[in-house]
T-cell receptor, first 112, second 117 residues
Framework: TQLLEQSPQFLSIQEGENLTVYCNSS?????LQWYRQEPGEGPVLLVT?????EVKKLKRLTFQFGDARKDSSLHITAAQPGDTGLYLC????????????FGQGTRLTINP | GAVVSQHPSRVICKSGTSVKIECRSL??????MFWYRQFPKQSLMLMAT?????????EQGVEKDKFLINHASLTLSTLTVTSAHPEDSSFYIC?????????????FGPGTRLTVT
């Protein structure tokens, strides 16, 4: 069974600080997706990373896919209260398996 | 990105009744759709995978006779919670896989909050 370990599970920081969320596995994934979910809503796809070592930036968010495609990180610079939410990483297994493997999620709170 | 809609967004029903939730892919054809359940402050739990025109594949521990899934067209999947009980109260989210691009991308609906009284 493939697992994605996401850390930290909870993070509460002040506005303006930087933070990094990690998503690790012993398995290789063909791609990895990051989602953000707000209370009472469905997850929204932020980014998909495919190539080992790939780095993608989305304004103040930087996503990195590990060289071996087993891990990923999300770095937020100068966090703002609007970044508050549940962040989920999800990996697409090799071989075209249909279902994504989800991490446990990181509940991020940015305090003004 | 692709858009997935879900209806209703909230539903309250009495114990013993059935509730149907619809999931639609609005701007792409989804041969594969997924149904998830989410408990408060937790990640997503996959309930079943549905493929258009065939029977759904249920995850271990999910009662297929209780959670009926139909995926009759490329843009619509439905989840029917039969004989609902208070323990079925939860946040149900559907998702659709977009096969049109070169990489795997999965998009989620806004979710349905089910409360069984």
């Amino acid at each position: 069974t493939q697992l994605l370990e996401q850390s930290p599970q909870f993070l509460s920081i002040q506005e303006g600080e930087n933070l990094t969320v990690y998503c690790n596995s012993s398995s290789v994934f063909s791609s990895l997706q990051w989602y953000r979910q707000e209370p009472g809503e469905g997850p929204v796809l932020l980014v998909t990373v495919v190539t080992g070592g790939e780095v993608k930036k989305l304004k103040r968010l930087t996503f990195q896919f590990g060289d071996a495609r087993k891990d990923s990180s999300l770095h937020i610079t100068a966090a703002q209260p609007g970044d508050t939410g549940l962040y989920l990483c999800a990996g697409a297994p090799l071989g075209g398996a249909q279902k994504l493997v989800f991490g446990q999620g990181t509940r991020l709170t940015i305090n003004p | 990105g692709a858009v997935v809609s879900q209806h209703p967004s909230r539903v309250i029903c009495k114990s013993g009744t059935s509730v149907k939730i619809e999931c639609r892919s609005l701007d792409f054809q989804a041969t594969t759709m997924f149904w998830y359940r989410q408990f408060p402050k937790q990640s997503l739990m996959l309930m079943a995978t549905s493929n258009e025109g065939s029977k759904a594949t249920y995850e271990q521990g999910v009662e297929k006779d209780k959670f009926l899934i139909n995926h009759a067209s490329l843009t619509l999947s439905t989840l029917t919670v039969t004989s609902a009980h208070p323990e079925d109260s939860s946040f149900y989210i559907c998702s659709a896989r977009d096969w049109t691009g070169p990489i795997y991308e999965q998009y989620f609906g806004p979710g349905t909050r089910l409360t069984v009284t």
